[in-house]
């Protein structure tokens, strides 16, 4: 029963976990409010950030695990993709911890552990399975073969889904990050207005072009009426959201129709959107489906994921030398 390290630090959270045999024992995240004021991730600011919480954020989760730093038997970090200077900040505490005690290294890949964030805690889907993920950065479409095969049929070739829930919320002076905002005020509003949804074909998204029109809509309707933000601000919201949820339920479900897998999964920091929840349970309960979606602490960025990767890469001996390097792209 190996008891893993996991270290992530890809973005903003600094966050570390204890994994016993697949199992979690501690998932602590550090994050950082300094980004707020600027509306979004300042990556200066966020890698020194990381060097101040890491060491403190390690001792925490050793001590909720109940374990020493003698009890483990090898290490996982985030190798990418992510903000370099955060990676770094990570890999580097990584490799040292394991360099002092001897232990091995395992690499994990950020999207890869969003998506088996799903072993964190049972039900646990059977393989194959399909999986929506969806981040700030990411939003991808992914055939789960096995836990380390995993095929991407669909991505964006833009924008990604959590991008434009924050910038739609600068647009309407929302703090960063927007999207739990937007969530919030949705459930008091009614989409009333339209926005365009590009199809860039397949299976692929495209977020680019709503962010234009709903950056052109708000201009027009603030010329009309100066106070149509403020005033209509719920409607808005809902509005925006409906559009990124439809967009992501109609290809999940075109996906799901041309590979006619049953079990399907979502992923990522935007799957704790609520409206994006509900329509797919709503979907999976009209097509047959059996759903999967993690619990709102591993939903967001956090080690416990990369520890319950890294678990199904030790029993396989798939460890990294100390000449490993972050990649901020994959």
Known sequence: MPTLLAIESSCDDTSAAVVRDGRVLSNVTAGQAVHVEYGGVVPEFASRAHQRNIVPTVAVALQRAGVTAQDIQ?????????????????????????????????????????????????????????????????????????????????????????????????????????????????????????FAQPDPGELNFSFSGLKTSILYTLQKKAKEDPGYVRDHLPDICAAVQEAIVSTLIGKLVTAA??????????????????????????????????????????????????????????????????????????
């Open 74 to 194: 090898a290490v996982a970090f985030t190798r990418g993709p992510g903000l370099i200077g955060s990676l770094m900040v990570g890999v580097s505490f990584a490799k040292a911890f394991a360099l002092a005690r001897d232990l091995p290294l395992i690499e994990v890949d950020h999207m890869q552990a969003h998506v088996l964030a799903h072993f964190a805690e049972p039900p646990y889907p059977d393989f194959p399975f399909l999986c929506l993920t969806v981040s700030g950065g990411h939003t991808q479409l992914i055939v789960v073969h096995d836990a380390l095969d995993q095929e991407i049929i669909g991505y964006t070739i833009d924008d990604a889904a959590g991008e434009a829930f924050d910038k739609s919320g600068k647009l309407l002076g929302l703090p960063y990050p927007a999207g739990p905002e937007i969530d919030r005020l949705a459930a008091a509003g009614t989409p009333v207005l339209q």
């Open 257 to 330: 129709e041309q590979t006619g897998l049953k079990q399907v999964a979502l992923a990522g920091g935007v799957s704790a959107n609520s409206a994006l929840r509900a329509r797919l349970e709503a979907e999976g309960q009209q097509r047959g489906w059996t759903t999967f979606v993690p619990r709102l602490e591993y939903c967001t960025d956090n080690a416990a994921m990369i520890g319950v990767t890294a678990n199904f890469k030790y029993v396989k001996a798939l460890f990294a030398g100390q000449d490993v390097a972050p990649a901020a792209r994959f």
